[in-house]
Structure formats: structure tokens, C-alpha cells
T-cell receptor, first 108, second 112 residues
Framework: EDQVTQSPEALRLQEGESSSLNCSYTVSGLRGLFWYRQDPGKGPEFLFTLYSAGEEKEKERLKATLTKKESFLHITAPKPEDSATYLCALKYGNKLVFGAGTILRVKS | ETGVTQTPRHLVMGMTNKKSLKCEQHLGHNAMYWYKQSAKKPLELMFVYSLEERVENNSVPSRFSPECPNSSHLFLHLHTLQPEDSALYLC???????????FGEGSRLTVL
């Protein structure tokens, strides 16, 4: 059973069309949830860390939220430069498990 | 230089070659990692070094051999690879083991 599931696999948005990406998990004893952005052919870039349910973090057009079972990455009024793959990763115990990612394409 | 630097960025090798990937971090971190990224698959953890000691080896074939001579440098030695080993190999570092990861740009490996 997958411990981390990201949905949708791919998302196409028009510029300015707000939406959310989902990261759901089944592990217990969560010690942190991380969001990363990855551009094609490059390494993932760290965005946020969330530690407890109810926590929120914001950066420019991105806002990450966390509940006991899932995290959302909200993208408000996206621009073409927001196009990338967004990865979430969970830390439990001393393990770090990545999801498969959501590929986001924003068209102008 | 800042951050995590990986060389080479691209590598093409035959199945009988021996090559090495290099990673250097300038962040003063204590842990370093090798990940494999294949198309449409989650990042796969290969090796972790914490304070220069290997702490994880996730059933990686012996044709991959890591080396961590000090806390700033990490190598991945490659020999007699298979075509299915073609992937993006990512190096990362974190302040502490399993903390926030900072990745390099990756080394794109193609095995012919």
C-alpha cells in the first residue's frame, strides 16, 4: 500500500485559474511534511515544511496546509512560470518518503 | 559556490565502463544522500550518510558503490551498469538526518 499519494498526476490550468494539489498519507507518527518544486532536468527545490495539523505556510502564490490525513498546496492566480512538478515528502521516524508528484502546466 | 553541486551533469556510459558521480555541499550540513529518479516514479532513496557514516543502504545493487570521504563530499561509483539504471541521480544534503533536504541539479545517466 502506498504511504504517500499525490493527486492529480497532472494538472493543466489557464493563467489566473486557482487550484489545489493534494498529498494524502497513511503513515502514523508524522514528524514533518515537505513540499518541493522540480523544474525539468533539475533537482527539487525546497518550498515548505509543515509539522502539525492546522499549520499553514505561504510563499508568493503558494499556500500549503496540513490536516491529519492530507496536505494541500493551493496555487492562487498561477502564472506560466509556476509550471513544474510539485513533490511532497513525509518524515516519520527517521524515514523520508516521497510521493510521485503532480505535473502542473499553466498556459497563458 | 553555494548549495549542492553535482558533476557531471550528463553521463553516457557503456555497460562495461566504470565511472563516478561527484557531489559537494557548501551548506555545512551533516547528512548527505543519493536518490534515483526514474520517469513517473517517486524518488528512490539509495544511500544516506550521516556524519560520514553510512546509515542507510536500501537494497541497492552492488554495481553502485557510495563513498563519503568527509562531510562535504559524496561520490557514487558506477560499474557494469544495466540499461535500466539510466535515470537522474540526485544528491541532497540536510542539516540533520532526515531533515529538510537541499538537492543538487542532478546527474543524468544514460547506460547504453
Amino acid at each position: 500500500e502506498d504511504q504517500v499519494t499525490q493527486s492529480p498526476e497532472a494538472l493543466r490550468l489557464q493563467e489566473g485559474e486557482s487550484s489545489s494539489l493534494n498529498c494524502s498519507y497513511t503513515v502514523s507518527g508524522l514528524r514533518g511534511l515537505f513540499w518541493y518544486r522540480q523544474d525539468p532536468g533539475k533537482g527539487p527545490e525546497f518550498l515548505f515544511t509543515l509539522y502539525s495539523a492546522g499549520e499553514e505556510k505561504e510563499k508568493e502564490r503558494l499556500k500549503a496546509t496540513l490536516t491529519k490525513k492530507e496536505s494541500f498546496l493551493h496555487i492562487t492566480a498561477p502564472k506560466p512560470e509556476d509550471s513544474a512538478t510539485y513533490l511532497c515528502a513525509l518524515k516519520y521516524g527517521n524515514k523520508l518518503v516521497f510521493g510521485a508528484g503532480t505535473i502542473l502546466r499553466v498556459k497563458s | 559556490e553555494t548549495g549542492v553541486t553535482q558533476t557531471p551533469r550528463h553521463l553516457v556510459m557503456g555497460m562495461t565502463n566504470k565511472k563516478s558521480l561527484k557531489c559537494e555541499q557548501h551548506l555545512g550540513h551533516n547528512a548527505m544522500y543519493w536518490y534515483k529518479q526514474s520517469a513517473k516514479k517517486p524518488l528512490e532513496l539509495m544511500f544516506v550518510y550521516s556524519l560520514e557514516e553510512r546509515v542507510e543502504n536500501n537494497s541497492v545493487p552492488s554495481r553502485f558503490s557510495p563513498e563519503c570521504p568527509n562531510s562535504s563530499h559524496l561520490f557514487l561509483h558506477l560499474h557494469t551498469l544495466q540499461p535500466e539504471d539510466s535515470a537522474l541521480y540526485l544528491c541532497a544534503s540536510s542539516q540533520d538526518y532526515a531533515g529538510e533536504l537541499f538537492f543538487g541539479e542532478g546527474s543524468r545517466l544514460t547506460v547504453l
